[in-house]
């Protein structure tokens, strides 16, 4: 047979099968450096954490910051008011007290219903410790006239100051808190007090002393 007319001489089968195995090594590798690259971003990511919400209502009155920055809808500027208002106020007589507090509205309060209470029986000791808001004021009392003592502005009580003329809760309370910074030394120091100006203190002379 002439070799010009030879047929063609296939290729071995070791070599296919090699030729195969390297295709789908490469293909096999392919596909990893794939997977690596953006798998990892489809595959199952970490949950973002969220604040753990209380399984039960929480008392108002003995809650801590923690347990309220676990409360849907209060955050740490929420809670940190609340419990200011605690601190200054004295424990909550009710949940509607929150209203009061800075950055609580009707609508917010509505959210916050079913993750606070506060307890109906208030302990006695609490009650006994809570502070007044205000000073108290004397409705209708009767001020001092020129018969009655003079009244002592570094001993006399809030109630006993708001008898003098012009003398407020408010005046009554700023002449407490100069005296305690320190007593007065003499009756013109009273206009170091805000609000009392020379005409007060001229209406005040006959009915004060300072000892």
């Known amino acids: 047979m002439d070799a010009t007319t030879l047929p063609p001489i296939d290729s071995p089968p070791r070599d296919r099968t090699r030729t195969h195995f390297v295709v789908v090594l490469f293909v096999v590798t392919f596909a990893i450096l794939i997977f690596r690259g953006y798998g990892e971003r489809y ?28 409360i849907p809808g209060i955050g740490p500027n929420m809670a940190d008011a609340i419990l200011t208002y605690r601190h ?4 909550f007589t009710s949940v509607d007290d929150l209203e009061a507090v800075h950055g609580i509205g009707g609508k917010t309060l509505d959210k916050l219903r079913k993750w606070v209470h506060v307890p109906d029986a208030e302990p006695q000791v609490e009650r006994l410790q809570r502070r007044p808001v205000v000073a108290p004021v004397i409705v209708g009392a009767k ?13 006399a009580t809030l109630e006993e100051l708001q008898r003098l003329p012009g003398i407020g809760v408010k005046i009554a309370e700023r002449i ?16 170091k007090v ?3 100006g020379a005409k007060t203190l001229d209406k005040l002379k006959p009915y004060i002393c300072l000892k």
């Not at 200054?88 to 424990?91: I, N, P, S, V």
């Not at 001020?143 to 001993?155: C, G, P, S």
């Not at 407490?176 to 206009?191: G, N, S, T, W, Y």
């Open 88 to 91: 200054e106020r004295g424990t």
């Open 43 to 70: 595959a199952t990511q970490p949950t973002l954490q969220q604040p753990a919400v209380p399984l039960a209502s929480v008392d108002l009155n003995r809650v801590d910051r923690t347990e309220l920055l676990q």
């Open 143 to 155: 001020k001092i006239t020129a018969n009655d003592a003079a009244i002592n502005v570094n001993l």
């Open 176 to 191: 407490v808190d100069a005296r305690k910074a320190k007593p007065f030394e003499a009756i013109e120091d009273l206009r």
């Open 194 to 196: 805000s609000g009392i």
